[in-house]
C-alpha cells in the first residue's frame, strides 16, 4: 500500500507540473443559464469554450456545501472557466437543498434530472454541439457524495428515487467525497449527512443504503477519487474505502491523496489541489 501511494502522489505532482501554466489561458467565459425544470433552484450554467463550433465533451460539475441551502452553484463556475480552455463544455448544475425545498429524496432525484437534461433543453441551448457521447460527471464534499450516485444509478434497485439516468456517463471524478453514508453520520458524526436523510441510519436504513454510493458497486466507468490527507470535515477514510470497495468490485480507480491539503482547499481554483483535480477530469475527456 504505500508502495502504491508513493507512487500515485509522484503521479499527482507530475500532474500539477503539466497544468501548472493553463491559468494563463483561462478566461471570462460567460455562461448560459438554464432551467432543467419548473421548481425553484432547478437550474444550471452552461459554459461553451470560445470559439466552438460542435462536438464538445460535457463535464457536469456539481458543488458541495453539506446539501444545504446556504451554498450554491456560484463557487464552481470559477472551476468551470478553468476547463473551458481545453474545449470542453461545463455544466455546473444547482439543485433543491436541505433548508430551502430540497432534503430526501429530492436533491438527489434533481442531479440526475439536471443531467438527463443534456439531451434536452440543454443541447437545444447549445445550438446542438454537445457530444453527448461524452458526459463525464465531477463533484466535491457533498456534490462527491451526488456525482457518485448519479454515476451509479443504472446499478440501483426499483426503490431509488425516479428518474433513471438517461444519458451515458463516461468517467467520473470526485473531491472530498463522500461515499459511505452510515460511516459519516456515525463515526463521523456528520450532521448534514442526518439532515439530508431526515435522522440516524437506526431511523432510516433505507435511505441511508440508497444514498450511499459504496452501496451500488461496480458501476462500470473509471474514477479518480482525490481526497487531502489533512482533510478535517470529510475522513479521508471515505475514499479509501470506496475505493477498495470499487476495485474489488472490477471498477478501474485511480486514489490521489495529497498531504498537507484539508477540506477547503479544493474549492479555490488556485490552489495546488484543483490544479490536480482539473488535470484528472482533462485526462478522462481525452481518454474518450
Known amino acids: 500500500m504505500a508502495g502504491y501511494l508513493a507512487v500515485v502522489l509522484v503521479c499527482a505532482l507530475a500532474l500539477l507540473a503539466s497544468v501548472s501554466s493553463a491559468t494563463g489561458l483561462d478566461r471570462d467565459v460567460a455562461p448560459v443559464r438554464i432551467a432543467y425544470a ?71 432525484s434533481d442531479t440526475v434530472t439536471a443531467t438527463n437534461a443534456l439531451a434536452g433543453i440543454v443541447q437545444e441551448k447549445a445550438s446542438g454541439r454537445l457530444d453527448l457521447s461524452r458526459i463525464h460527471i465531477a463533484g466535491y464534499s457533498a456534490g462527491g457524495q451526488l456525482a457518485a450516485w448519479v454515476a451509479s444509478r443504472s446499478q440501483q434497485g426499483a426503490d431509488a428515487p425516479e428518474p433513471n439516468l438517461s444519458v451515458p456517463v463516461r468517467s467520473t471524478t470526485i473531491m472530498a467525497g463522500v461515499f459511505d453514508m452510515t460511516l459519516a453520520a456515525t463515526a463521523g458524526k456528520d450532521r448534514f449527512v442526518r439532515n439530508l436523510l431526515g435522522g440516524m441510519p437506526t431511523d432510516h436504513p433505507d435511505r441511508y443504503r440508497i444514498a450511499s454510493p459504496i452501496e451500488h458497486l461496480p458501476t ?18 471515505q475514499s479509501r474505502r470506496y475505493a477498495r470497495a470499487a476495485r474489488a468490485a ?39
Open 38 to 108: 419548473a421548481a425553484a433552484d432547478t437550474f444550471g450554467d452552461l459554459y461553451l469554450p470560445e470559439g466552438s463550433d460542435g462536438d464538445l465533451p460535457v463535464v457536469v460539475l456539481i458543488h458541495g456545501g453539506g446539501w444545504a441551502q446556504k451554498s450554491n452553484l456560484e463557487y464552481a463556475g470559477a472551476w468551470a472557466k478553468t476547463l473551458t480552455p481545453y474545449g470542453i463544455a461545463v455544466w455546473n448544475i444547482e439543485y433543491r437543498r436541505v433548508g430551502g425545498q430540497g432534503g430526501w429524496p429530492t436533491t438527489l
Open 220 to 237: 462500470g466507468l473509471p474514477v479518480t477519487v482525490i481526497h487531502g490527507l489533512g482533510d478535517k470535515v470529510v475522513s479521508v477514510e
Open 250 to 288: 472490477g471498477d478501474v480507480v485511480d486514489l490521489i491523496e495529497l498531504p498537507g491539503v484539508g477540506h477547503g482547499e479544493f474549492g479555490n481554483p488556485t490552489t495546488d489541489a484543483w490544479a490536480i483535480t482539473k488535470q484528472a477530469i482533462v485526462g478522462h475527456v481525452n481518454a474518450y
